[in-house]
């Protein structure tokens, strides 16, 4: 049997996050990163092409009330 969680401990306020990173050839001498973001808990998925707006939609769903996410 599980322990009850307190309400204090980090890990019930926390969040799991998938990141895929992969190269997209634009043309035969450039390619850029493209990254899925998957948030696991409520399976939104997002596809993203800079490091900035990863950390913002990890950082969004972490500042949400536990209800929106």
Known sequence: MD???H???PW????????????????????EV???VR???SGETRFLRDWT???AY???KLEA???EV
């Open 65 to 67: 009330p536990r209800s």
């Open 58 to 60: 990890m950082m969004s």
């Open 53 to 55: 707006a990863v950390t």
């Open 34 to 36: 493209r990254m899925q």
């Open 39 to 41: 948030h696991v808990l």
């Open 12 to 31: 019930t306020q926390s969040h799991l996050f998938t990141i895929r990173l992969w190269y997209e050839q634009l043309d035969p001498e450039q390619r």
């Open 7 to 9: 309400p204090d401990d």
């Open 3 to 5: 322990p009850i969680p």
